[in-house]
């Protein structure tokens, strides 16, 4: 069964560097999704991409954050200077054609700024 | 913006037993409220959804309901299992989908 896949699974950072979360989405998917979730806390919406452009983003996702699909199967995550508060797990989801809400998460990657 | 409130926080029931959780929403727009399953370190499963369009799912011990006027919607599990035990989380989402909110999360326990 198709799966979207997330690497590192554990990104350890000092603050104030550039880290990049890679998400590898099932492949005939078209919409693209980041969310985090803080260590006990509910799963937050970041931002959405479709058509290589951003279709929503969360007051969460500021200049720091930006995304970017490099290709045709990959689409990343990038916060240039870390902070403390960014220490969360972050998931990668994607949705498919004519299913454009059921959306399958990835098992996340685990952010850790020291 | 959109804001989705989930009750209990911590359900605690017999295997057999049935559990509900409860969800509210804000924005009479949302027309999508997929329900997800979170086990312990992994990312969430959606396990059930249901569209504006419709009052009730059932998928055999699974069943959400939503209610329009009163923007509620609720997770029923019937003939609970050990196997059930994780986070069950709400979501709703306007539109084309672009944009989910999730409640806070119910961290469900069956005990054998």
């Known amino acids: 069964e198709p799966e979207v896949t997330q690497t590192p699974s554990h990104q350890v950072t000092q603050m104030g560097q550039e880290v990049i979360l890679r998400c590898v989405p099932i492949s005939n998917h078209l919409y693209f999704y980041w969310y985090r979730q803080i260590l006990g806390q509910k799963v937050e919406f970041l931002v959405s991409f479709y058509n290589n452009e951003i279709s929503e983003k969360s007051e969460i996702f500021d200049d720091q954050f930006s995304v970017e699909r490099p290709d045709g199967s990959n689409f990343t995550l990038k916060i240039r200077s870390t902070k403390l508060e960014d220490s969360a797990m972050y998931f990668c989801?994607?949705?498919?054609?004519?299913?454009?809400?059921?959306?399958?998460f990835g098992p996340g990657t685990r952010l850790t700024v020291l | 913006g959109e804001n989705v409130e989930q009750h209990p926080s911590t359900l605690s029931v017999q295997e057999g037993d049935s559990a509900v959780i409860k969800c509210t929403y804000s924005?009479?727009?949302?027309?999508?409220f997929p329900w997800y399953k979170q086990e312990l370190g992994k990312g969430p499963q959606l396990i059930i959804d249901?569209?504006?369009?419709?009052g009730e799912k059932k998928d055999q011990r699974i069943a959400v309901t939503l209610n329009k006027t009163a923007k509620h919607f609720s997770l029923h599990i019937t003939e609970t299992q050990p196997e059930d035990s994780a986070v069950y989380f709400c979501a709703a989402s306007l539109g084309g989908g672009f944009k989910t909110i999730f409640g806070a999360g119910t961290r469900l326990f069956v005990k054998a």
């Open positions: 249901i569209r504006s369009n419709v």
């Open positions: 989801a994607s949705s498919g054609r004519g299913l454009a809400h059921e959306q399958f």
């Open positions: 924005d009479s727009a949302s027309n999508y």
